[in-house]
């Protein structure tokens, strides 16, 4: 009998502390918006989808962003195609053949243009 | 060793992870020695003199963290050309390799130069890997030297003679290279303007700045550091007002002995930095100063 009053006892305690727990993990969330929220009106999913592609037009360094800074996304689509050629003036702008280099396709695998604006992209916007 | 690794999301939260995972090998030798060679009531003469040698290897960098495989790339290049017309491309000169010292020249090599067709030179870039020329990393590069010292020497010679005394501060650095790039832009005769270039450039006529071994230089030196030569003046009748008088002449940085062709071998030769053994257009000068001194004790 005293068996049973302990293991009844322990799930009373048991079953109180479970019911107490509920509220506290219930998001109220104050500095952003919900998942379910971010698309429900067109002015938020205009706001959450497109509007904030215009975050990540630019960047900061060499080789980021989606339109591309210097030596960018847009640099690598068009320098490497007869679109645009960048021609050297006396030594400069030779860069180490790096223009040259995207106009004649011999780029390699350890290009730093092509590896930081890979690493750019997959942090930004992945 | 910690090196931060770049890793894959998922499994890592983040890209990058600093991990104890690679190992790298330092040993080295310091003899410091102190003699006074001559000791009599009118002459003096004290040498001090320590070298020290130092080697390094990098021994590994990666291995697995918690099930995943993690590493760091075969060719990381730690400093580069800078500059107009030196911006990115093939301009890496010093490389972080996986069993090579850290911070060691890894260049395409040259045969010397050749005509370019119209009058002037280029570098005549080595095909040694054999299947053409190719300046990426793992193609016709070479490991061509380091550029952090295997040896230092510093000494102190001090020397009087009655009244007069002379003091020689003689530091050295051997064993490294250093990569002339001030040389590889200023030899260059296909810059603007054309004017701006070394009093040897328009005769030479080289039309190139591809950064191959040619401006690749010993970087062994002896420098004095300072030079003092002091009188304690003789106090006869004036001892009564002054109790010491010492005249000094000082001189530092009077010489520098090397093979080096550019300005001065001293330059970052032995911090990890992007400029490590590079001499490219940004060293100031070290300047020779001459420094009279009276000292009067009264």
């Known amino acids: ?126 | 060793m910690l090196y931060m690794y770049n890793v894959s999301v998922p499994p890592f939260t983040y890209n990058t992870l600093v991990a104890n995972i690679g190992s790298m090998r330092n040993c080295g030798l310091e003899v410091a020695v102190g003699v006074t060679l001559l000791k009599t009531e009118d002459m003096e003469l004290n040498i001090n003199a320590n070298i020290s040698f130092q080697r390094n290897k990098l021994l590994s960098l990666g291995g697995t963290y918690n099930g995943e495989h993690i590493g760091a790339s075969e060719y990381k290049s730690m400093a580069s050309l800078d500059g107009a017309g030196f911006h990115g491309g093939y301009n890496h000169i010093v490389y972080q390799i996986v069993g090579q010292p850290l911070g060691v020249f890894y260049l395409p090599h040259s045969n010397g130069l050749s005509s370019d067709g119209y009058g002037g030179y280029k570098y005549d870039v080595a095909d040694l890997s054999g299947n053409g020329v190719s300046l990426e990393d793992g193609e016709d590069r070479y490991i061509a030297g380091q550029a952090v010292p295997k040896a230092v020497v510093g000494s102190n010679i001090s020397f009087r003679y009655k009244a007069f005394d002379l003091s020689i501060q003689i530091n050295g650095a051997f064993g490294h290279k250093i990569y002339n790039g001030t040389a590889l832009t200023y030899m260059n005769m296909h810059i603007f303007p054309d004017y701006n270039v070394m009093a040897d450039a328009p005769q030479t006529n080289i039309k190139d700045q591809t950064a191959t071994d040619y401006w690749l230089e010993r970087g062994d030196y002896i420098n004095f550091d300072y030079v003092t030569a002091g009188w304690n003046i003789p106090l006869r009748g004036i001892k009564k007002y002054i109790q010491t008088l010492r005249l000094t002449v000082t001189v530092t940085n009077l010489a520098t002995i090397t093979g080096y062709s550019g300005i001065t071998p001293m330059i970052s030769s032995s911090t990890v930095s992007n400029t490590l053994g590079l001499d490219d257009k940004r060293n100031y000068p070290l300047a020779r100063t001459y420094t009279l001194g009276l000292n009067i004790n009264f």
């Open chain 1, 1 to 126: 009998m005293k068996k049973d009053r302990i293991i009844h006892g322990l799930l009373a305690v048991c079953c109180l502390s479970l019911f107490s727990c509920s509220g506290f993990l219930k998001e109220d969330v104050r500095d952003g918006i919900e998942g379910e929220g971010a698309y429900r009106t067109l002015s938020d999913l205009y706001l959450n989808s497109v509007a904030s592609l215009y975050n990540h037009v630019g960047g900061y360094a060499d080789s980021q962003g989606l339109q591309g800074t210097g030596r960018g996304i847009y640099d690598l689509n068009t320098f490497t195609t007869d679109e645009a050629i960048m021609p050297t003036r006396g030594g400069d702008w030779y860069d180490g053949g790096f223009w040259q280099g995207l106009y004649l396709h011999q780029w390699g695998v350890n290009n730093d243009a092509i590896v930081l604006w890979f690493i750019s992209y997959w942090q930004n916007w992945h």
